[in-house]
């Protein structure tokens, strides 16, 4: 038995590649510098593979910024606006992640998108007509030779030229298909030149194979892979896919000239079924992605073998894998010094993914699997509950039925009552919830920490805060009044705090984008709510105004996404319990006098699952209940809203109305408001504030360009349901631009009131 693994974290495990990069950008380190932490970071990875005794080792995994952008730069497909710069190959390269501004010129980053269903985002390759694709990048040979002088043969890693297509954006006329030669050709050499070099393996990554595919896709595929096998030159090729299963191109994968096939068993709902069904084809190695290369929980050996021994039956010989690259896990448990290790025991970041992967090595190549200790210990470990858990929450989920999930009385009714309630004007003006996290505020937070000043001491900062940010908002003339969320700096993990069943990591650093990382909370246990989380501050907001203020929550969904869930109970049952940890603080807000609550869904199309055909069953059916439960127990002159950040929402917008919120705001700025034709056509019910502007650019709009945009949403949506909104929150925006912006925004929706007589 061996073993493989897709990918490997490459931002280090403490996050210097973060660090250094973003010295790099200021200018305080010169690009050797930056390189030599590079080098420092994936010669310990590589050395660390090594040790484990792992037998396909990756190379080519790691990245300045982002795989696909590293795949452009390869094949020559940098758009013109970059190289025309005159920068360095390196600045041209971050100038495309990053955008550049100076003495060159001024041009904006590519677009970035979320990674499938992954919390990773990738730079969004753009392909112009002029695009020549061919094999200019050397990184991935140069990374190679560095991997074979420290001894080791590695499994070079690229993006294949199929997902490159797919996730390209061609900006003039062409298509994929009018690129399918040259791709295929620049692959090809490529596996030729690591032929030249000595590889045995080369891993293609193919994640895209794993959505749905029309019968062009396939044949897109298929044509690319029958120019690119014919250049193999005696290199052996693993086709890698992950995320999901094959379901649409089995057979093509099954017939092409790959000498692996990386599966996903872990994610993949039909794998095993696609195998069993069809069988294997001789002479192909089956790489069996069974460890979980997403989650941070330890392997089921048992399960593991399970499945490994039952793949014998059909392929010749099988690799074992992680389900997907590591890069969606923590490094190492090694810098965890809080954790207890009650719960360290269960856990497995990368490194200790890869100790799985050598334990399981051992298990699976015994002739007598049982007598293993590897295998005992593992037995042990899972033969006793992980925790108690809390019959209260259980008990409260179990008993839920279709009536607690529907608010009384139906929208039209409610919308009438708070008309009447609130008396608001037309185009009522509102923020996102948090206003700029200035200086001062991380300051007070972070003096807390180090037990600089006291709980009271911070807590009267916020009050503080919370009082200058009241006022502020009634001189601007804003109608519907927040808080400003100075208290929290996260809108997860503030929550996890608050809740029983999260535990917290010190490094477990996930790389979102680029030098960006996250430290999503692990769901441990069962969700309770400890105490209550937001009213205090609610409260005292509502107090210093006779505007309404809302209160201002994370919603269930979103909570969930961003931690790392439990696999011992469904996503749909940890997602009610956190519904029902949030409802009782939303039944809190009401009865302390709050009569507007925001509870925000920033993520919840995130985990949308990737083949249309599930969304339905797999999602929607419990999520979208989930939310409603967290509202569906307040009076009806009680104003819901909830806040996503996108607007790709076309595909499910009944899903979206379905949530029965009163009111959502959204982000429709850099879209152009396309959204609007949409919300129409589907008779949106639920009333909306498309974000008339984008706060994630300092710059600061007119009033003339924010009533344009009142003016395009009145000409679609009845004036009746119109809010007027920034399109997000404000935490990462300074006072400077945020007050004039907010000042502007109030004039256009006076002004779209007068016209409105
Ligand atoms: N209420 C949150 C804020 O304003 C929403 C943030 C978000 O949508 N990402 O910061
Ligand atoms: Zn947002």
Not at 179 to 203: C, N
Not at 687 to 701: A, K, L, M, N, Q
């Amino acid at each position: 038995m061996r073993t493989s693994i897709i990918g490997y974290p490459r931002i280090g495990s403490l996050r210097e590649l973060k660090f250094a990069s973003e010295k790099y950008f200021r200018g305080e380190i010169g690009a050797a510098e930056l390189e030599k932490t590079a080098k420092e970071i994936r010669l310990r990875s590589l050395r660390t593979q090594q040790d484990s005794g792992l037998d396909f080792i990756p190379s080519g995994d790691f990245s300045y910024y982002d795989g696909a952008l590293d795949t452009a730069f390869l094949l020559n497909a940098v758009p013109e606006r970059y190289r025309a710069l005159g920068l360095s190959e390196l600045d041209t390269y971050f100038a495309a992640a990053r955008g550049y501004q100076g003495e060159k010129g001024d041009v904006k980053a590519l677009a970035m998108k979320k990674w499938y269903n992954t919390n990773y985002h990738y730079m969004v390759p753009e392909i112009e007509d002029s695009a020549e694709l061919e094999l200019t990048g050397t990184r991935p040979f140069d990374l190679f030779i560095e991997a074979k002088e420290q001894g080791a043969v590695t499994k070079p890693v690229i993006l294949g030229a199929y997902t490159f297509l797919k996730l390209a954006r061609f900006t003039g006329t062409k298509t994929a298909e009018d690129f399918l030669d040259a791709a295929a050709g620049a692959y090809s050499q490529l596996l030729g030149r690591f032929a030249e070099l000595g590889a045995e393996w080369v891993q293609i990554d193919e994640p895209s194979l794993v959505t749905d595919m029309t019968a062009g896709d396939v044949a897109l595929f298929t044509g690319l892979y029958e120019k690119i096998l014919s250049g193999k030159n005696g290199v052996k090729v693993l086709l890698q896919t992950y995320f999901g299963d094959v379901r649409d191109c089995y057979d093509e994968l099954c017939r092409l000239d790959f000498d692996g096939i990386g599966l996903d068993f872990t994610e993949g709902k039909r794998s095993l079924e696609l195998v069993r069904e069809k069988g294997f084809p001789k002479g192909k190695i089956l790489f069996a992605g069974a460890v979980n290369g997403k989650n941070i929980w330890r392997s089921d050996y048992t399960k593991i073998a399970g499945l490994i021994g039952e793949l014998g039956k059909y392929a010749e010989e099988t690799v074992l894998s992680t389900s997907c690259s590591l890069l969606h896990v923590p490094c190492t448990l090694a810098n965890e010094t809080k954790l207890p290790e009650s719960c360290k025991k269960y856990l497995a970041f990368a490194e200790e993914k890869l100790e799985e992967l050598a334990e399981l090595k051992t298990v699976l190549s015994s002739q007598r699997p049982e007598e293993t200790e590897e295998l005992r210990r593992n037995i042990a470990l899972h033969s006793q509950p992980r925790i108690a858990g809390d019959p209260a929450v259980r008990a409260r989920v179990a008993a839920l039925t279709e009536k607690d999930l529907v608010r009384e009385p139906a929208f039209a009714e409610r919308e009438r009552i708070q008309k009447e309630r609130f008396g608001l004007p037309l185009f009522p003006t509102t923020t996102i919830g948090s206003f700029p996290q200035t200086a001062d505020v991380k300051a007070s937070r972070a003096a807390l920490r180090r037990g600089q000043i006291t709980k009271e001491e911070h807590e009267k900062f916020i009050e503080e805060k919370i009082a200058q940010c009241v006022a502020l908002q009634e001189e601007i003339g804003l109608d519907v009044l927040v808080h400003g969320e100075f208290e929290r700096n996260d809108m997860v993990e503030y929550f996890g705090q608050c809740l029983e069943g999260y535990i917290f990591t010190e490094n477990g650093w996930v790389q979102s984008y680029g030098t960006r990382c996250v430290k999503p909370p692990v769901i441990w246990g069962d969700i309770s709510r400890a105490r209550p989380m937001t009213v205090r501050w609610s409260v005292y907001a509502q107090s210093l105004t006779k505007k309404p203020m809302k209160g201002m929550l994370t919603g269930p969904v979103t909570i969930l996404n961003w931690s790392f869930p439990r696999e011992d109970i469904s996503l749909k049952e940890s997602a009610f319990q956190i519904a029902l940890a949030i409802r009782e603080e939303v039944l809190d807000l009401e009865k302390s006098g709050i009569s507007i609550i925001q509870v925000d869904e920033a993520a919840l199309r995130e985990k949308l699952p990737l083949r249309r055909a599930d969304w339905r069953e797999d999602y929607l059916d419990w999520a979208i209940p989930a939310f409603r439960y967290v509202h569906s127990g307040v009076r009806p002159e009680t104003q819901i809203h909830t806040h996503m950040c996108y607007s790709e929402f076309a595909d499910i917008i009944r899903d979206i109305d379905d949530m029965d919120a009163d009111v959502i705001t959204f982000e429709a700025s850099r879209s152009d408001l396309r959204i609007l034709d949409v919300l129409k056509e589907s008779g949106f019910r639920t009333e909306v504030g498309p974000g008339v502007y984008d706060i994630h650019s300092p710059r600061i709009p007119s009033k003339e360009e924010i009533k344009a945009a009142i003016d395009k949403m009145k000409s679609r949506i009845p004036v009746s349901k119109l809010w007027v909104n920034p399109d997000c929150g404000l935490k990462t925006r300074g006072n400077e631009e945020t007050v004039p912006s907010l000042k502007n925004l109030v004039a256009a929706a006076k002004e779209a009131r007068d016209e409105n007589g």
